[in-house]
C-alpha cells in the first residue's frame, strides 16, 4: 500500500500523560500536514511542513504540542501532558509540488484521554 | 484569518435526486477549492477541486462552481447513489497547500 499511514490507529490514555502518533506519507511527497478532528468538525490545521523545515504552525497548536519531520520522511506528533480536550482524530495528509493541490490523506490516529 | 462556512449541515435526499452544498470563504486570495468526501473511520478522499481561474468543473455526476465577486462555491452531485452518503467538506488555500475546511454536510440517499 503506497498511501499516506498513521499509526496508532487508536490511543486511549490518561490524563497527564504523553502521546506520539507516527506519520508515514506518500514516499515521493515533500509537504506533510497536521491537522485535527473532533466529532462533527471540519479538520482543524495544526502544523506543516516542506521537507524537514517545518513551516507554519497553528494557533491550536500549543507549547504542549511538537511535531518533527527528520529527513523529510516520515513524521511525529507529540502531545505532553495530555488533556481531555485533546480527544480528537489527529490526521496526517501529504502532497507533492509547491503549488496548492490534492492533499492525501491517511486514516488517522484517534486520542481518547480520560 | 481564512474562514470557510458550510451549509446545510445535513442533507437528505431521495435516491435519483441532486444534492447542492455551498461554502462561502472569508479571503479573496484564496485561489484553490477542493471537495472532499469522508466515510466513516476514514480519512477526506478529494472528489474534485476547481481553481480560482476557472468557474465551473465537472466530472461525471459531480460538478462545481465557484463564484469569486461572491466568495461561494458549490458542489453539485447529480443522480444521487445511496454509495453517494458520507460527509463532504469544502475547503479553501491561498498558498502552500494549507487548507482551511468548512464544516462539513452529511448527506444521507435514501433509496
Known amino acids: 500500500d503506497t498511501g499516506v499511514s498513521q499509526d496508532p490507529r487508536h490511543k486511549i490514555t490518561k490524563r497527564g500523560q504523553n502521546v506520539t502518533f507516527r506519520c508515514d506519507p506518500i514516499?515521493?511527497?515533500?509537504?506533510l500536514y497536521w491537522y485535527r478532528q473532533t466529532l462533527g468538525q471540519g479538520p482543524e490545521f495544526l502544523t506543516y511542513f516542506q521537507n524537514e523545515a517545518q513551516l507554519e504552525k497553528s494557533r491550536l497548536l500549543s507549547d504542549r504540542f511538537s511535531a518533527e519531520r527528520p529527513k523529510g520522511s516520515f513524521s511525529t506528533l507529540e502531545i505532553q501532558r495530555t488533556e481531555q480536550g485533546d480527544s480528537a482524530m489527529y490526521l496526517c495528509?501529504?502532497?507533492?509540488?509547491?503549488?496548492?493541490?490534492?492533499?492525501?490523506f491517511g486514516e488517522g490516529s484517534r486520542l481518547t484521554v480520560l | 484569518g481564512e474562514n470557510v462556512e458550510q451549509h446545510p449541515s445535513t442533507l437528505s435526499v431521495q435516491e435519483g435526486d441532486s444534492a447542492v452544498i455551498k461554502c462561502t470563504y472569508s479571503d479573496s486570495a484564496s485561489n484553490y477549492f477542493p471537495w472532499y468526501k469522508q466515510e466513516l473511520g476514514k480519512g477526506p478522499q478529494l472528489i474534485i477541486d476547481i481553481r480560482s481561474n476557472v468557474g465551473e468543473k465537472k466530472d461525471q455526476r459531480i460538478a462545481v462552481t465557484l463564484n469569486k465577486t461572491a466568495k461561494h462555491f458549490s458542489l453539485h452531485i447529480t443522480e444521487t447513489q445511496p454509495e453517494d452518503s458520507a460527509v463532504y467538506f469544502c475547503a479553501a488555500s491561498m498558498y502552500r497547500g494549507k487548507l482551511i475546511f468548512g464544516q462539513g454536510t452529511e448527506l444521507s440517499v435514501k433509496p
Open positions: 514516499s515521493e511527497h515533500n509537504r
Open positions: 495528509a501529504s502532497s507533492l509540488g509547491q503549488a496548492a493541490g490534492e492533499l492525501f
